[in-house]
């Protein structure tokens, strides 16, 4: 059973960061692709962020040169550092792998940037 449990979300003011994480288990991160989306209220999901299995990266415009994708695949861990955080970047997160068995969703972590 393939499970994604993000971390690390929470209150902010503008200009801070914050890193999330998402923790795998059922699934080796390091030979699948790895995202981060947010939805914020509404709004419809969108990509963050992308990493592939070889760490190649690729960014949505909004967050390029603030938000920096990485992972660890001895701890099975995804991350996302927020810096110079905005308020439009207030959102629920999530993290997602594109396996060949499917696509899957963590239940998401809360960031909320005030001004």
């Known amino acids: 059973q393939v499970q994604l449990v993000e971390s690390g979300g929470g209150p902010v003011q503008a200009g801070g960061s914050l890193r999330l994480s998402c923790a795998a288990s059922g699934i080796r991160i390091s030979f699948n692709y790895m995202g981060w989306y947010r939805q914020a209220p509404g709004k419809q999901r969108e990509l963050v962020a992308r990493i592939t299995s070889i760490g190649g990266t690729m960014y949505a415009d909004s967050v390029k040169g603030r938000f920096t994708i990485s992972k660890d695949n001895a701890k099975n861990t995804l991350y996302l550092q927020m810096n110079s955080l905005k308020p439009e970047d207030t959102a629920v997160y999530y993290c997602?792998?594109?396996?060949?068995?499917?696509?899957?969703w963590g239940q998401g972590t809360q960031v909320t940037v005030s001004s």
């Open positions: 997602n792998v594109i396996a060949a068995r499917g696509d899957y």
